[in-house]
């Protein structure tokens, strides 16, 4: 039987792969989360990637991971050390569904924020989506405690952060490659993170070693593979395919942790999916 070659399905199958390792990875991080602390975990997510960057820039050579920004890679990698540290916090405390559902809203803050910092213009699409936004967040979280909860915060300072990462990722891609902002990534994270990671630092068992394999490389694979979707697909219809991440969150949390399945999530989700789409149609959907 032959392989499928067009590029709609391939793009359709690396994007069921990139949703398959985030949702592994989020399995994972809930389950050393029962013996380690979120920084400890972030940081050994970090070494285990910078070693595997470091494979590749031994084969490409030094030059291939220079920059003329430096501040700006630590910088970047800053906030998002913070961010990655808040999702992984979040996944420990909420339910996997509602984590997946308010992290839906990253695109309206990278919305927002290249409004301001990179002078892109505020336009109907843009508005409509954030609206809807904050609309699916407040259906999801409504006003009250649960909204100031550790982990309802952690999650929408998570997506805040991821959005602001992604920002800087558009103005450095200008000069430097994937390898390059990957290179800093993980080399940046792996050195912040020593101190907190060493200061709560508990030794693994044997049975964490899988799920710290898992953290790592599906940190790698999750990033990969939704780079080779969007390399061959339009946003325009792998972005509906990302949907997929919350049904897919609610029967993992359903069956492995007794979650229950709530459906103000899938509507508030829904809401913000609508919004975000909208505004990638209007603007074309192009390539990624």
Same mark, same amino acid.
Not at 56 to 61: A, L, N, Q
Not at 139 to 150: A, D, L, N, Q, R
């Given at each position: 039987m032959s392989l499928p070659t067009s590029p709609l399905v391939l793009g359709a199958?690396?994007?069921?792969?990139?949703?398959? #390792?985030?949702?592994?990875?989020?399995?994972?991080?809930?389950?050393l989360s029962d013996t380690m602390h979120t920084l400890q975990i972030v940081w050994m997510r970090s070494i285990f990637g910078i070693l595997?960057?470091?494979?590749?820039?031994?084969?490409?050579?030094?030059a291939s991971v220079h920059t003329t920004h430096l501040k700006v890679q630590i910088g970047?990698?800053?906030v998002h050390y913070a961010a990655q540290s808040g999702w992984f916090l979040s996944v420990a405390l909420l339910p996997l569904a509602t984590v997946f559902a308010i992290e839906f809203t990253t695109p309206i803050w990278v919305a927002i924020l290249a409004v301001l910092f990179l002078g892109e213009r505020m336009d109907r699409?843009?508005?409509?989506?954030?609206?809807?936004?904050?609309?699916?967040?407040?259906?999801?979280?409504?006003? @009250?405690?649960?909204?100031?909860?550790? @982990? #309802?915060?952690a999650v929408m300072g998570a997506a805040i952060g991821f959005a602001l990462t992604l920002t800087i990722t558009k103005y450095l891609t200008r000069t430097d490659g994937p390898l390059t902002i990957l290179f800093y990534m993980m080399s940046v994270q792996t050195v912040i993170g020593a101190i907190p990671g060493l200061w709560f630092w508990v030794t693994p068992v044997w049975a964490d070693a899988v799920w710290i394999l898992f953290v790592g490389f599906t940190g790698l694979s999750a990033h990969y593979c939704l780079a080779r979707a969007f390399q061959l697909a339009d946003a325009s219809f792998v972005m509906p395919i990302d949907f997929l991440r919350l049904p897919m969150a609610a029967v993992v949390g359903f069956f492995l942790y007794?979650?229950?399945?709530?459906?103000?999530?899938?509507?508030?989700a829904a809401?913000?999916?609508?919004?975000?789409?909208?505004?990638?149609?209007?603007? @074309? @959907?192009?390539r990624h």
């Open positions: 199958i690396w994007m069921v792969g990139a949703l398959a #390792s985030f949702m592994m990875m989020a399995v994972a991080g809930r389950e595997v960057v470091l494979f590749f820039v031994s084969r490409k050579g030094w970047r990698n800053l699409g843009r508005l409509i989506a954030i609206v809807l936004g904050f609309a699916g967040i407040l259906i999801i979280v409504p006003p @009250g405690p649960e909204m100031f909860s550790v @982990g #309802s915060v007794q979650e229950s399945i709530e459906l103000a999530v899938f509507i508030g809401v913000i999916f609508a919004g975000n789409y909208f505004n990638l149609r209007r603007s @074309g @959907g192009g």
